[in-house]
């Protein structure tokens, strides 16, 4: 399949997705600040971010990855409020095999109310329309918030990779739930 670029927003019922942007960082920041402790646990990245300007550098690093098609980070805003509410991306996406994977974090204040099982959808149908086939989401086997998002937007377990991925207490299993594309394939 040939290469394509997202749109820089994706508008949904009750959200926005904006290509990550320096706009954003300060609230990004307050929202890890709010969230830390209970974002930590699952996320590696977390305690990379000691200052706002880590938030800096890592927008910068995803507007190479975005360049380059490795990676589409986008940031999550309340339509309603405008807030800053968390993340998504594609990552992993590999156009000859028609695949991606999705990650994604909620500040805490946002979290049960739908916002991310919003996103994921949003973000799915954008990748599926444009030919992905396989898009697949990975969490350790105790972030059952992340594997509830998974299963609520219709991913299925695939499988349970043992003590795969290192969070802080040590190496978990990691969980792959995965969605195939309802359109048929092409590209062959």
Same mark, same amino acid.
């Given at each position: ?5 997202? $749109? ?13 942007? !320096? ?5 990004? &920041?307050? +929202? /890890? ?5 209970? /974002? ?9 971010? $000691? +200052? ?12 190479? *990855? &975005? ?8 940031? /999550? ?27 994604? &974090?909620?500040? $805490? ?7 991310? #099982?919003? +996103?994921? *959808?949003? %973000? ?7 030919? %992905? !086939? ?6 350790? /086997? ?8 998974? $299963?609520?937007?219709?991913?299925? %377990?695939?499988?349970? +990779?043992?003590?795969?991925?290192? !969070? ?10 995965? #969605? ?9």
């Amino acid at each position: 399949m040939e290469k394509f670029k997202l $749109k820089e927003s994706i508008v949904s019922d009750r959200i926005v997705l904006l290509k990550r942007d !320096h706009d954003h960082d300060e609230q990004m &920041w307050e +929202a /890890i600040e709010e969230s830390r402790e209970f /974002i930590r646990e699952y996320l590696f990245w977390v305690d990379a971010q $000691k +200052a706002f300007e880590d938030v800096v550098k890592a927008t910068d690093m995803f507007f190479d *990855l &975005w360049d380059t098609d490795k990676e589409w980070a986008y940031d /999550i805003y309340s339509l309603d409020t405008h807030k800053f509410i968390g993340c998504i991306g594609a990552h992993a996406i590999n156009f000859l095999n028609q695949s991606a994977e999705l990650g994604y &974090w909620l500040r $805490k204040s946002e979290t049960s109310k739908g916002y991310m #099982k919003e +996103a994921v *959808l949003a %973000l799915e149908k954008e990748l599926f329309e444009h030919g %992905l !086939h396989r898009l697949s989401i990975l969490c350790d /086997i105790n972030n059952v918030n992340s594997s509830g998002v998974a $299963k609520r937007s219709g991913y299925t %377990l695939e499988s349970v +990779a043992k003590e795969a991925v290192y !969070h802080y207490t040590g190496l978990h299993d990691l969980e792959t739930y995965v #969605k195939f594309s309802p359109y048929p394939i092409t590209g062959f």
